[in-house]
């Protein structure tokens, strides 16, 4: 199963992406992840997509795609996967449709987290990131047991550089220029579904399972 969750930065995708990660057994594959991954541990890839991170753009399409194009081909992907984040421009979509096709293969499932913007700068002002399993929190809607530190590994929770309010703002207004497009791109494909993003991060797992079964 080939699934791409869509929606505004905060709406939930990766919350949910990696509670269906679990249920389906495939992977979850954040490219917001492999970034800050490679910004972790210096690369030269890092240090490119930080410049546009930390302003809230979007990294370019080019050094995206052939990213993402290396992550398909390595073995856990066999049964499918879960996209978190990407594609999330009309020529990545095409990219990865174009990719697709030519192993005679194609999106199953694509799926949008509806949250209103409104709702969106309180869900980024309260996630809480683990620098070193990467789990995600917020200090309202999912808090750790002890503050500030990891209920898995124990390790300190920070603040996402790309989360302050001002960046946030960006973050949407790229969103909807750039990424909401895909809506109609995946429509129009008969692959698109859409869930109530604003109820409890379980109740919105649910309504995904039952558009995808069981
Ligand atoms: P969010 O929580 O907003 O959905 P992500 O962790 O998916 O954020 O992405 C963080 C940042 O990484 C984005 O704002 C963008 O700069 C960059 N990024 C991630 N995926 C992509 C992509 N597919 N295309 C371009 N930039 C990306
Ligand atoms: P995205 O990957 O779309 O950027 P996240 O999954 O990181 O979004 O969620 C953004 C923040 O909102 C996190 O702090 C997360 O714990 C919280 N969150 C996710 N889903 C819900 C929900 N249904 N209700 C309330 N808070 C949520
Ligand atoms: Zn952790």
Known sequence: MKIIMLGAPGAGKGTQAKMLAAKYDIPHISTGDIFRANIKNGTELGAK?????????LVPDELVVDLIMDRFQADDCKNGYILDGFPRTIPQAEALDKALAAVGESIDYAINVEVPDENIVNRMSGRRACVGCGATYHIKYSPTKVEGKCDTCGADLIIRDDDKPETVL???????????????????KGVMKEVDGTVDMNDVFDAIVAILGE
Not at 49 to 57: C, N, P, R, V
Not at 171 to 181: D, F, K, S
């Open 49 to 57: 997509a930080k410049e546009y991170m930390d302003k809230g753009l």
């Open 170 to 188: 960006n973050r949407l207004n790229v969103y909807h220029e750039q990424t909401q497009p895909l809506i109609d791109f995946y429509s129009a």
